[in-house]
């Protein structure tokens, strides 16, 4: 999207939520300058991320409560055996029958046999092991269509289920580690520059290995290694980018704008807040998407 464009929606952002443009900025360049020092001009990260979206089937990953429901109703829709699947447990087999001599022997065992058997202490239960855990892969690997996107804090959840998105939007305020990983697996990395997670740039970006590319949503202008493609949060600007390049369909898993994950019940005024601002934000993404008017936008979920 053109900035000219988009900077009518990101004034009002700015003015809605008393952001400030000034540290918007200063973000971008503090990221724009650490490419510059790994010479990371962004070209070739731009290129691939345009080659693995343009005319391609899209899918996009929130990071909703609903996220693994959602995954297992995405396998089943494709016929596809999940990584997540246990294999089948074989038929127990049934113990040969004895000829009844031997029955008999066995019913004659000494008294004192029982006796000991009585005596012995009982043997503890052994805890069940927990199953391994899954080495996540591409999801052409498994059979699965189209690139997959995962919005910051969904990567999570889709490497607990054996699964690595070719994409990460981020702002890294969501499971870093994990993106850490899948950016070593070889997933690209869009990461995000905005006023509030100037730190978590400076302690985060020099860790990722591989290809990485950055985005800002105030003016790209003088920056040639950080981009504006529209968008919000990192669920909207995954499907600004998605747009962007021309995804010839673009499926939206795991979207839920009516209200944020729940946290927990134990309920204190920081996290009502919070969650009132992550509702805030859900709201400003609905409507951003909306704006798109992207006919090849579909909601893969039960709404």
Do not use: C
Not at 167 to 187: C, F, N, P, R, S
Not at 200 to 211: C, H, L, N, R, S
Not at 259 to 283: F, I, Q, T, Y
């Amino acid at each position: 999207m053109e900035y000219e464009k988009w900077e009518r929606f990101y004034l009002e952002i700015l003015n809605f939520f008393e952001y400030s443009q000034e540290e918007d900025e200063r973000s971008a360049k503090i990221l724009s300058n650490m490419f510059k020092e790994k010479d990371n001009d962004g070209t070739e990260v731009f290129n691939e991320i345009k080659a693995s979206i343009s005319e391609r089937e899209v899918f996009i990953f929130g990071a909703s409560p609903t996220l693994k429901k959602d995954l297992r109703r995405l396998f089943k829709r494709y016929n596809v055996k999940p990584p997540w699947a246990q294999p089948e447990k074989k038929p127990e087999e049934k113990p040969e029958e004895k000829p009844a001599e031997e029955e008999a022997k066995e019913e004659e065992a000494p008294a004192e046999e029982e006796a000991k058997e009585e005596e012995a202490p009982a043997e503890e239960e052994k805890p069940e092991e927990e199953p391994e855990p899954l080495e996540p892969k591409f999801p052409q690997d498994l059979g699965m269509p189209g690139t997959w996107i995962a919005a910051d804090a969904a990567t999570e959840t889709l490497m607990e289920m054996g699964l690595l998105p070719h994409i990460i939007v981020t702002d890294l305020d969501g499971g870093v580690e994990k993106q850490l990983e899948a950016a070593a697996a070889g997933t690209i990395i869009v990461v995000h520059a905005h006023g509030d997670n100037i730190k978590a740039i400076e302690d985060y970006v020099p860790k990722f290995e591989g290809k990485i590319m950055g985005t800002t949503q105030g003016s790209p202008f003088g920056l040639t290694n950080v981009q504006n493609f529209g968008g919000f949060t990192d669920g909207d600007r995954a499907v600004f980018i998605a747009d962007e390049f021309s995804a010839s369909k673009i499926n939206l898993v795991a979207f839920n704008f009516r209200e944020p994950a729940r946290k927990g019940e134990d309920r204190d005024e920081e996290v009502d807040e919070a969650e009132e601002m992550k509702a805030k934000k859900l709201s400003w993404a609905s409507v951003l998407i909306a704006m798109l008017e992207n006919k090849n936008i579909t909601y893969l979920d039960e709404r």
